[in-house]
C-alpha cells in the first residue's frame, strides 16, 4: 500500500495572564473622613471596599470578626451629586447651569432627588416618582415648536419614555434661549431632561447588592454623600464624619498557558493576534473563571508570538 507524507505546520505561543480575583479586605480601625479613608486605601491597597456579592460581604465581616469590630465604617460607596446631565444625547450639563438659587438648589431634599424639572426661578431636582407635567423637545420642527409642553402627570421615566416614542426625547435647557422658551410653555413645575447618577461604588459601578438601613439614604442633615457600613447595612452620612473603614486589594495570580493553532492566517499580524486572543479570554470567561482578567502574548527573544512546529503525519 502506497503511504503519503503530509507535513502540517503548527504554531505556539505563549498567553500570560494575571487573574484579579478574588478580594482581600482590611479594616483600618483609626478613624477618617471618608476622603481621607479614599486617599488612605488608595495610596495603602486599591481603594475603599468595593462590595459586589455575598461572597465579598462574607470576606469583609470576616476581618471586621477578626478584629472584633462590631461598629460602623466607611465602605466605597457614594452619592454623585455632580453627575448631571441631559437625558438627549447623554451629554453632560457642564458648567453651564440655570439652578434655581432662590430655592439653594440642587440640595437633594428627600435623599433620592436625581431627577430634574424647572419652574420660573429655574432648574430643580427632585424625586423621580413624583407626578409632574413635563416638556418634550422634537427635532422635526423648528424654533419654538421644537418645544411641546404636555400636561399629563407622569413620574419622570414615564415621560421620558413617552416623550421618546412621540418626539425625540425630554427638552434640554442647554443655555439662556431654550431655558426662555421651556419656560415660556409651562405654567407650574414642570419634568425636563435633567438628571444624575445615583449612589455608586467608586469604580463607577452602580451601588447595589447591600440593602440600606430602615429609612435611608434620607440626606436628613444635608450633603451626606457618604456610605458606610453597619450590622451588614448601608447608611449615608456627611462626608466629614470620623469614622474607622475598610479598603481592599485584589489578588492577582499570574498564569502562563501554551497555545497551538494549525492555521493559514498570518499569525505575525497584530490583528490576528488580538481577535485569537478574545476569543480565548471568553473561552476562560465561558468556563467560570473570573471576569478581571489582563492577558497578553508573550514575546519571544527574537520578538515574534509564534514560532512554528512540524508535524509529520504518515498516511
Not at 208 to 224: C, Q
Not at 294 to 301: D, L
Request: with cysteine; net charge negative; proline share 3%.
Amino acid at each position: 500500500m502506497e503511504q503519503r507524507l503530509f507535513i502540517t505546520l503548527l504554531f505556539t505561543g505563549v498567553i500570560h495572564l494575571v487573574l484579579s480575583v478574588p478580594r482581600k479586605y482590611y479594616l483600618i480601625q483609626q478613624g477618617e473622613t471618608w476622603d481621607n479613608a479614599l486617599a488612605y486605601c488608595r495610596a495603602n491597597h486599591d481603594d475603599l471596599a468595593v462590595i459586589e456579592s455575598d461572597d465579598n460581604m462574607i470576606d469583609l465581616q470576616s476581618e471586621a470578626q477578626m478584629q472584633q469590630f462590631t461598629s460602623s465604617a466607611w465602605i466605597g460607596m457614594y452619592n454623585d451629586i455632580n453627575s448631571w446631565r441631559w437625558s438627549l444625547g447623554y451629554e453632560p450639563v457642564g458648567s453651564i447651569t440655570m439652578w434655581a438659587l432662590h430655592w439653594e438648589q440642587p440640595d437633594n431634599g428627600m435623599g433620592d432627588e436625581v431627577c430634574g424639572g424647572i419652574d420660573e426661578w429655574g432648574w430643580l431636582d427632585a424625586s423621580c416618582g413624583l407626578l409632574l407635567p413635563s416638556v418634550c423637545f422634537d427635532d422635526r420642527y423648528s424654533g419654538t415648536d421644537r418645544y411641546i409642553s404636555i400636561p399629563t402627570t407622569m413620574t419622570w421615566y414615564d415621560a421620558q419614555q413617552y416623550c421618546r416614542q412621540h418626539h425625540t426625547d425630554l427638552a434640554s435647557a442647554r443655555n439662556q434661549t431654550e431655558q426662555s422658551i421651556i419656560q415660556g410653555k409651562i405654567s407650574r413645575f414642570s419634568w425636563i431632561g435633567l438628571f444624575r447618577d445615583f449612589w455608586k461604588w467608586v469604580d463607577g459601578k452602580n451601588f447595589s447588592t447591600i440593602p440600606w438601613m430602615a429609612g435611608k439614604p434620607n440626606n436628613a442633615l444635608g450633603h451626606e454623600n457618604c456610605g458606610y457600613l453597619y450590622d451588614g447595612q448601608a447608611s449615608s452620612a456627611l462626608c466629614t464624619d470620623i469614622r474607622p473603614f475598610f479598603c481592599y486589594s485584589l489578588i492577582k495570580k499570574k498564569r502562563h498557558i501554551k497555545v497551538k493553532l494549525m492555521s493559514s492566517q498570518d499569525l505575525s499580524d497584530p490583528a490576528v493576534q488580538a481577535t485569537i486572543l478574545e476569543k480565548i479570554k471568553q473561552k476562560l470567561k465561558d468556563q467560570g473563571m473570573a471576569e478581571n482578567i489582563t492577558a497578553k502574548w508573550r514575546e519571544q527573544p527574537d520578538g515574534q508570538v509564534f514560532h512554528k512546529e512540524k508535524k509529520i503525519i504518515l498516511l
